[in-house]
């Protein structure tokens, strides 16, 4: 059945109007308000005040681990957990180049050396046979991200590590609250991280925490930013540090674990949420000719849900583009949009050899400076040039209007034809937009 597309001044498939539905995140309650409040009367402004220590107890037994340790945001736990495992000048770290500029470039920071590898088509996750692939003798460790809170593929992974002796930091900022195979993500591999940045599941405004359960890897990446804790342990190397250390101070503002304290309560069921919002809009759309939702294995249950990726087959949609095929979603009042994040690997730090750099790791005579280009991971840059962002449904169920949106992709993919009357029409669509 042929209906008007509304690109072509036919009506829209998206009548609900429904602000709320889309945001704004976080959602900030009496209780945040009042513990602030509280801290603040209590002049628990710096320093490691009760609050820090609380949130970090409840976040390590959220996780059913030993050991959590609060920072200033996820990209500080990054950094942390590879001062932890060792990486220095020189040492290679396996990561892909679809994820988040911060999960990656504390790599930078610690004068090793990213080495970027693909991504798997279906999780949008780190491909484990690529990153065999990519293992040499100077390989020390593996960051994954559990991208949009999908997780990684960590048995896999955990196995290509133990057999070269890498360490595996997670990347848990999308995924606050993903299981894989029964485990919480963050769980599985050494170290895992989260960002706490206001757009993330947990949000304390700006912040991060680790979580593991190694006692010395806790203490490590303690004394690279959080030096006033160190003399907890007198007997450890980390207690000569704690009165001068490495140059860095990655203390989280007890405010932030105060509001992140009461956030992290309201993670289940807002993650109920998310998901029966999330999963109606992919049992949805993957039906639909043309279009895959990022793949969810039947094994894991998702958390965080950071985002809502699409793959989009022009192919299959009788060659329409997909800025078009996105025109055409928007027309239909679609709040679909172009992918944000840049592939990390043609991004200039990684590939433009004549970058002007007048300080910093890069200039280290032993950190090796790898540059990529085009072509380099051809399956990640096919993946991604397919990716069309959909908006994320978190804050209360509304399933009328994720109906509305199934409805709306199917009208468009179903009457794709008709988009080729306006083929040669240029179309500007916006990129996807956030704070990340
Ligand atoms: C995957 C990932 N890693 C790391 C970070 C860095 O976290 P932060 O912004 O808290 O430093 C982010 C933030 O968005 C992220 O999405």
Redesign the pocket.
């Known amino acids: 059945m042929t209906e008007k597309l509304a690109i072509l001044g036919g009506p829209k498939a998206v009548t609900i109007e429904d602000k709320d539905a889309y945001g704004p995140w976080p959602i900030i309650t009496d209780e945040e308000i009042d513990l602030v409040t509280e801290c603040m009367r209590r002049g628990w402004l710096s320093g490691t005040p009760p609050i820090v220590e609380e949130f970090e107890e409840a976040f390590a037994k959220y996780h059913n681990v030993k050991y959590a340790l609060a920072v200033n945001?996820?990209?500080?736990?990054?950094n942390a957990a590879l001062f932890a495992v060792g990486v220095g000048p020189g040492d290679e770290v396996i990561t892909p180049s679809y994820?988040?500029h911060?999960?990656v470039t504390p790599i930078l920071a610690c004068h090793g050396t990213p080495v970027f590898c693909e991504i798997d088509p279906k999780t949008l996750c780190a491909d484990p046979d690529d990153i065999e692939r990519k293992i040499t003798p100077r390989t020390k460790a593996i960051i994954v991200?559990h991208?949009w809170g999908v997780p990684a593929e960590m048995d896999r992974i955990m196995e290509i590590a133990e057999d070269h002796g890498l360490a595996v930091i997670e990347?848990a900022?999308?995924a606050h609250g993903s299981v894989y195979k029964g485990r919480k993500v963050g769980t599985i591999g050494d170290i895992g991280?989260f960002?706490?940045?206001a757009?993330?599941a947990v949000a304390a405004g700006?912040?991060?925490i680790l979580i593991t359960n190694n006692e010395e890897y806790l203490k490590w990446a303690t004394a690279l930013g959080n030096f006033e804790r160190l003399w907890r342990w007198p007997d450890h190397p980390v207690y000569k540090f704690r009165n001068a250390h490495f140059g860095l101070k990655f203390r989280i503002h007890p405010l932030a674990a105060a509001i992140a304290y009461v956030q992290l309560k309201h993670l289940d069921e807002r993650n109920r949420i998310r998901r029966e919002n999330h999963m109606r809009l992919h049992r949805g759309l993957r039906n639909i000719e043309g279009l895959e939702p990022q793949y969810i294995p039947p094994y894991v249950q998702m958390g965080g849900w950071?985002g809502f990726r699409v793959k989009y087959y022009p192919e299959r949609l009788s060659g329409i583009s997909k800025k078009l095929f996105i025109a055409a979603l928007r027309a239909e009042g679609v709040k679909a949009s172009l992918e944000r994040y840049p592939l990390l690997h043609l991004e200039p730090i990684f590939s433009d050899r004549n970058l002007k750099i007048p300080a910093g790791p890069l200039r280290c005579k032993n950190a090796s400076r790898r540059l990529y280009k085009k072509g380099d991971l051809p399956v990640t840059e096919d993946v991604y040039a397919r990716l069309i962002a959909f908006p994320k449904f978190e804050r209360k169920i509304c399933w009328d209007l994720i109906d509305q949106y199934v409805e709306a992709v199917r009208k468009v993919a179903e009457n794709i034809m008709e988009l080729k009357k306006i083929k040669n029409k240029e179309f500007e669509v916006p990129v996807e937009a956030g704070t990340?």
Do not use: F, M, P, V
Request: contains cysteine.
């Open positions: 945001n996820g990209t500080a736990a990054i994820t988040w911060c999960g991200t991208i990347d900022s999308h991280c960002s706490l940045q757009s993330k700006e912040g991060g950071y990340r």
